[in-house]
């Protein structure tokens, strides 16, 4: 049997394998569901309090992020990139919605995210 932490949708799984004999059959006894266990959190170290912006910059799909284009403070237009996405090893630039200034970034580079995460704010 083998011991392994699975993380899914940011619950973190300990759950047991048991080996089978190689026929291709199903085990005859399927191991219990494992309890999920409380992820740990990362702190991810933000450049201002999160939400701080009244315009929200959103991922459009999940991915992770691969690049901050914007600093807090830095004045933004509209379609300007904010940050930069990797999925499916493409790079998806997330721009701004509307004119603005970067009030926060919310998010670290390699941080995993869910579409419609929140990964920005501006004023």
């Given at each position: 049997?083998?011991?392994y932490?699975?993380?899914v ?6 759950v ?76 998806i ?31």
């Amino acid at each position: 049997m083998k011991n392994y932490t699975i993380t899914v949708n940011g619950s973190v799984y300990d759950v047991v394998v048991e080996e089978g004999a190689g026929s291709g059959a199903a085990p005859a006894a399927a191991a219990p569901k494992a309890a999920p266990k409380a992820a740990p959190k990362a702190a991810a170290p933000k450049a201002a309090s999160a939400g701080a912006g009244s315009i929200r910059v959103e991922a459009g799909a999940a991915g992770k992020v691969f690049k901050i284009e914007a600093n807090v403070g830095q004045a933004v237009k509209r379609g300007d990139a904010v940050v930069i996405i990797e999925a499916m090893k493409m790079e998806i630039p997330v721009v701004a919605p509307q004119d603005g200034t970067v009030a926060s970034i919310d998010v670290a580079v390699g941080d995993p995210v869910e579409a419609g995460a929140l990964l920005a704010t501006l004023n």
